[in-house]
């Protein structure tokens, strides 16, 4: 395999059918291995109210429990990942969707309950690359929800930026792997009003003054030092671009 | 590979978590090549249920219009195939679950709406024996629901004896296939009230008699005739057993 690109779309594009269909026909167009993973959106809050399950809040964040996690098997490893899946194929593209139990796919590691409890969260331990490598090679396409398991027998609901790192890293123990996130801007903006002032590049130097300047802050911050910590294990890249410019060159790319 | 054997579980296993375990440790024990086919239970009507959707029925049957489709995709190819796949991860299984849209695994045909329209409800029309040889090779165990697609982007909700029976047939491609129904009693009995009085082996020549005598009958009628029409095709035997008996040789055996 001459390489692998790994992409991650979140919400954004979920929630919007119109936005996931030509998302969904670009991925198919991608040439070469490719992996997708995909993250939630608000269907799952949606049925959970619904539901009238009780949303328990600490810190500011949500606590799974298992109500909630089979709320999200269904709606991430079930409608959304199929209903993916499904639409791929009609693109021509052989996709096969895979949460973490799949194949032991990859496993997870429920969050310590100490000092707080989040119930059935939890975080990457293991890629399966020998996995990976045999579907890849039989010109599947993965297609991978963030509900993993903890080969126990108990799923686990994790975050699709991790798990896309993880896949990646994984990926790249087979072939030189790239990792896109999708998301609603075109990148990193030194004016974030104003798409013309994409950064193209940043790389380990480049980050501390950017920081520094407050050109990248709140949600960025994460995104951008998850990404340098992949580079830095392994994966060749990392991409953050608007989900409608995959098959171009616009957007951030962190080496 | 020497044989392959294809079981199918229905709602009186998926409902009893602990029927479920019980079962799913035999499974995982089963020696061979190996496929599970599960149906859906009770938790998709719940479901329907507290979401309020209106179930339309015409003689006596279920349309599955999309809000119901969206329901038993979530709940049969998310929730569902998601426990069973780590439930056979925990006991030593390598599973990995499928709906009929992964890896183009099986395609459905939406069920001619004249005379009457049942809605996103399929017949199975392909079985990609292929696909089902890398994964047995690979040493996987696919674990499907009864959730196939068009092709064309569209989830189709089928019945789950006929997906048993059609992969059967597929498995047939690869190796000698044994097609388990798993069900409440030990097989067919000649009095429904004693489990002693189990019929251990029908065949086309025995089950005419059977039949007219009334002792085959009600339900029992179009599962024992789909058994020998697949056993016609090219199953080498279709069995129908208690889901406890899985790993003895208890139960009406059509050859």
Same mark, same amino acid.
């Given at each position: 395999m001459e390489k692998i690109t790994v992409v991650k779309i979140g919400g954004n594009v979920i929630d919007n059918p119109e936005a996931l269909k030509r998302f969904l026909e670009e991925f198919a167009a991608l040439q070469g291995a490719k992996i997708l993973v995909h993250g939630g959106g608000k269907l799952a809050t949606r049925l959970a109210e619904r539901l009238e399950l009780k949303v328990q809040m600490v810190d500011g964040r949500r606590i799974t429990d298992k109500g909630t996690l089979d709320v999200v098997t269904m709606v991430y490893a079930g409608l959304i990942n199929k209903q993916v899946v499904a639409g791929l194929q009609a693109a021509g593209c052989n996709a096969l969707g895979l949460s973490g139990a799949d194949g032991n796919a990859v496993t997870a590691r429920r969050r310590d309950? #100490?000092?707080?409890?989040?119930?059935?969260v939890g975080d990457i331990e293991r890629v399966d690359s020998g996995l990976l490598r045999r579907l890849l090679e039989g010109g599947i396409t993965p297609v991978f929800s963030a509900i993993m398991h903890d080969g126990q027998g108990t799923l686990l609901n994790c975050n699709a930026d991790s798990v896309a790192s993880a896949i990646a890293l994984g990926a790249a123990e087979i072939a030189p792997a790239d990792l896109v996130f999708c998301f +609603?801007? @075109?990148?990193?903006?030194?004016?974030?009003?104003?798409?013309?002032?994409?950064?193209r590049e940043i790389t380990s130097e480049t980050y501390a003054p950017l920081k520094a300047d407050g050109i990248v802050s709140k949600g960025m911050i994460p995104k951008i030092e998850n990404a340098l910590k992949a580079v830095e294990k392994g994966v060749r890249s990392v991409t953050i671009k608007?989900? +409608? #410019?995959?098959? @171009? +060159?616009?957007g951030t790319t962190i080496k």
């Open positions: 309950p #100490n000092p707080v409890d989040y119930g059935f +609603e801007k @075109n990148g990193v903006l030194r004016d974030p009003e104003d798409d013309t002032t994409l950064i608007h989900s +409608e #410019n995959l098959l @171009n +060159e616009i």
